[in-house]
């Protein structure tokens, strides 16, 4: 059976307005409250910027058989054991027949700032995958297959996310590839990373400015880790599970 990406890439165009939407009407609303938050926390207190995202994954899952399975987005019923800690709350999180099939986290990151952020994103992403799979070798989830684990990054396309960035190690040199490297080309090579170490079975990074509110607009930094990639390596996982 083929593939069905369920229409994506328009469905993504309007997963992007609805992200830059809804986070200048939580900037509005504390506005209108006198509850201001200290500079772009305003737009990301009203949560729901994302969930025209987790909506393009649930028509993935339906889409490519497994529409009858378990689907879970409330905060209640995507909490999943974990190995370091007790339990780790997901995005996303699908259960057929008893098995996890799939787990998705979903970030952003927009600007001014992205040094600091940049290093949290990716200590997050790591130690959650680590965390995630020493709790499966464990038989936290019993005996069943690999799940599918993903992480799915938009970050704003800026100027100072596009810069190079100067780091410095005083004592042994940084890999050449992060010499210089902006923030977004080093969203790329994380992505990238991520997959290649098998810590998430796919990993993705799409890069769009706030102006796209009105436009949808979105790039991606390579093809292992544009959105493509990761609908077609989900839709694929859904597929094998639903045909199993």
């Known amino acids: 059976m083929a593939l069905d990406l369920a229409n994506y890439e328009k469905k993504t165009k309007d997963a992007v307005k609805a992200f830059w939407g809804n986070r200048e009407k939580a900037k509005q609303?504390?506005?209108?409250?006198?509850?201001?938050?200290?500079?772009?926390?305003?737009?990301?207190?009203?949560?729901?910027?994302?969930?025209?995202?987790?909506?393009?994954?649930?028509?993935?899952?339906?889409?490519?058989?497994?529409?009858?399975?378990?689907?879970?987005?409330?905060?209640?019923?995507?909490?999943?054991?974990?190995?370091?800690?007790?339990?780790?709350?997901?995005?996303?999180?699908?259960?057929?027949?008893?098995?996890?099939?799939?787990?998705?986290?979903?970030?952003?990151?927009?600007?001014?700032?992205?040094?600091?952020?940049?290093?949290?994103?990716?200590?997050?992403?790591?130690?959650?995958?680590?965390?995630?799979?020493?709790?499966?070798?464990?038989?936290?989830?019993?005996?069943?297959?690999?799940?599918?684990?993903?992480?799915?990054?938009?970050?704003?396309?800026?100027?100072?996310?596009?810069?190079p960035v100067k780091d410095k190690s005083a004592h042994f040199p940084v890999f050449p590839e992060f010499q210089g490297a902006s923030y977004l080309k080093r969203y790329d090579i994380l992505c990238q990373r991520l997959v290649l170490e098998q810590l998430y079975t796919s990993a993705s990074v799409i890069a769009s400015p706030r102006s796209a509110v009105k436009t949808g607009a979105y790039s991606e930094l390579s093809e292992m880790t544009g959105l493509k990639t990761f609908v077609r390596s989900f839709a694929a996982h859904i597929a094998a599970e639903a045909a199993r």
Do not use: C
């Open 29 to 163: 609303k504390q506005i209108g409250l006198g509850k201001v938050d200290q500079g772009e926390r305003s737009g990301i207190t009203g949560g729901k910027n994302l969930d025209e995202f987790i909506a393009l994954l649930l028509r993935l899952v339906k889409a490519n058989g497994l529409g009858h399975a378990d689907i879970h987005q409330s905060r209640a019923l995507v909490t999943l054991p974990g190995f370091f800690r007790p339990t780790k709350l997901w995005d996303l999180v699908v259960i057929h027949k008893g098995h996890l099939v799939a787990a998705i986290e979903l970030k952003s990151q927009v600007g001014p700032s992205f040094g600091n952020n940049f290093n949290n994103r990716t200590e997050e992403a790591i130690g959650t995958a680590h965390d995630f799979w020493t709790a499966y070798r464990e038989k936290a989830f019993g005996e069943q297959p690999r799940p599918f684990v993903g992480w799915l990054m938009v970050v704003e396309d800026a100027p100072r996310s596009r810069s």
